[in-house]
């Protein structure tokens, strides 16, 4: 079964730093671009930030995320990161891990269950 597993969401204060992380599994995960897709209470989704495959292009950041963001992959631990520093109340959503459909598409196939980060003091 291809699945992706988010964790290492929770509560952080404004200015403050999470790291999340995903482990795929049932899939190559070394052959896949992947994504990091957020959606704040009553907003829709909102891409967040792509990394290729090692030795590709990117990454790539929303601007709302730029400079403040670090996405990274372990292909050896099957585990793609979101460091997350000099969080905003307007970062709190519901972080979605997603894999690419096919590989590099910039289309997403198979998505995470979430977690929840909250900013607030």
């Known amino acids: 079964e291809v699945q992706l597993v988010e964790s290492g969401g929770g509560l952080a204060q404004p200015g403050g730093s999470l790291r999340l992380s995903c482990t795929g599994s049932?899939?190559?995960?070394?052959?896949?671009?992947l994504y990091w897709v957020r959606q704040a209470p009553g907003k829709g989704l909102e891409w967040v930030s792509t990394i290729t495959l090692r030795g590709g292009s990117g990454p790539y950041y929303a601007d709302s995320v730029k400079g403040r963001f670090a996405i990274s992959r372990d292909d050896a631990k099957n585990t793609v990161y979101l460091q997350m520093n000099s969080l905003k109340p307007e970062d709190a959503a519901t972080y979605y891990c997603v894999r690419d459909v096919t590989g590099n598409t910039w289309y997403p196939g198979i998505w995470g269950q979430g977690t929840q980060v909250t900013v607030s003091s």
């Open positions: 049932g899939f190559d995960f070394i052959d896949y671009w």
